[in-house]
């Protein structure tokens, strides 16, 4: 399973938009990135999937590039509720969701 | 309707004592999991369930039981508790066991083993 390297944290201002890289060096041919969102006294929440260039939702955007050995979790315009710990998992249909989550970056969004 | 719902959302026990986790979800989905979450946030994969029945034990100890009465039930019964066992636990579902799509967890039981 490859693995991911991701800041452990990171800080912004409202209003701000973030981006967090996650690294996925031997990412294999039918893997796919995953972003999910944490916050305290909660379970992870599915934020955005992607497997290559660029997906977008109501929430995020992701972006890979061609090698697809990282990828970017694009927040656009965080607020202060934004605060939490963002996860990047790299997963494949043979994997599914037998995952062991990293310990993802921490954002803190200040006003 | 909380879709993934666990109770006690706290438990604080002594060691050697015996404690079950519930985990109940109505999303009609066919795979549920439990995970463990240490105090580095790192969240481990401990069992994976499809429609009653176990496919994935990763190395948890015996003393952690899963059992699931159908398959929008997977309790967790942990016998003999240690110190170490303390950490968040989270239930989880997801349509099927190979997947890549979302993974629906819980709210996390706390546990505290003094």
């Known amino acids: 399973l490859a693995k991911t390297t991701q800041p452990i944290s990171m800080d912004s201002y409202e209003g701000q938009e973030v981006n967090i890289t996650c690294s996925h060096n031997?990412?294999?041919?039918?893997?796919?990135i995953t972003w999910y969102q944490q916050f305290p006294s909660q379970g992870p929440r599915f934020i955005i999937q992607g497997y290559k260039t660029k997906v977008t939702n109501e929430v995020a955007s992701l972006f890979i590039p061609a090698d697809r050995k990282s990828s970017t979790l694009s927040l656009p315009r965080v607020s202060l509720s934004d605060t939490a710990v963002y996860y990047c998992?790299?997963?494949?249909?043979?994997?599914?969701?037998?995952?062991?989550f990293g310990g993802g970056t921490r954002l803190m969004v200040k006003p | 309707d909380t879709a993934v719902s666990q109770t006690p959302k706290y438990l604080v026990t002594q060691m050697g004592n015996d404690k079950s986790i519930k985990c109940e979800q109505n999303l009609g989905h066919d795979t549920m999991y439990w995970y463990k979450q240490d105090s580095k946030k790192f969240l481990k994969i401990m069992f994976s369930y499809n429609n009653k029945e176990l496919i994935i034990n990763e190395t948890v100890p015996n003393r952690f039981s899963p059992k699931s009465p159908d398959k929008a039930h997977l309790n967790l019964h942990i016998n003999s508790l240690e110190l170490g066992d303390s950490a968040v636990y989270f239930c989880a579902s997801a349509l099927a066991p190979v997947y890549t799509g979302e993974l629906f967890f819980g709210e996390g039981s706390r546990l505290t083993v003094l």
């Open positions: 998992l790299v997963k494949n249909d043979n994997a599914g969701n037998m995952l062991t």
């Open positions: 031997n990412i294999a041919t039918n893997d796919y």
